[in-house]
């Protein structure tokens, strides 16, 4: 196992965990088929770390001769967390955060009201709610928690 910064040869990989996820965390919460399976694709997110370099440039990536799973970071922050559906429950998203923390030097987050599955596993790994909310798209709420 290797966590690692994450290559160009990546982004198609890092792409298709990030819709993978979305659909399934995301789509039993807000609905909208559209959306999650018409909008959303493979293509378009990889484009977008293609266009902006800095999202590449603060990605990394568990690879096991597979590229399992993915952080992305913004400075203390983690933007951005996610294992392959095919291959959770098998500690990689541990590994990454674990990474994150002690190499990267991360110390929060934003976590989705109501993805009660990632609260859980955030408050496992030691981190707790701040009291700050953040709403994105004036319907979506965030939760701030943090590294205590």
Same mark, same amino acid.
């Given at each position: 196992m290797e966590i690692r910064k994450a290559e160009k040869a990546d982004i198609s990989r890092i792409a298709e965990m990030i819709v993978a996820n979305y659909r399934k965390n995301f789509y039993p919460i807000f609905g909208g088929e559209e959306f999650y399976f018409k909008e959303l694709n493979v293509i378009d997110i990889a484009k $977008? %770390? &293609? $266009?902006?370099? %800095?999202?590449?440039?603060? =990605? %990394?990536? %568990?690879? $096991?001769? &597979?590229?399992? *799973?993915m952080i992305r970071l913004d400075r203390d922050e983690i933007v951005k967390l996610y294992v392959d559906p095919f291959f959770q429950n098998r500690s990689i998203g541990t590994q990454l955060l674990d990474f994150a923390l002690k190499e990267k030097g991360a110390k929060w987050l934003w976590v989705l009201r109501e993805n009660e599955s990632a609260q859980n596993f955030y408050k496992n790994k030691s !981190?707790? !709610?701040? *009291? /700050? /909310? !953040? +709403? /994105?798209? +004036?319907? &979506? =709420?965030?939760?701030?928690? +943090? &590294?205590v």
């Open positions: $977008d %770390y &293609i $266009d902006n370099p %800095y999202l590449l440039e603060n =990605t %990394y990536v %568990y690879d $096991d001769g &597979i590229v399992k *799973g !981190f707790k !709610f701040t *009291g /700050e /909310e !953040f +709403e /994105e798209n +004036e319907w &979506i =709420t965030l939760l701030k928690m +943090e &590294i």
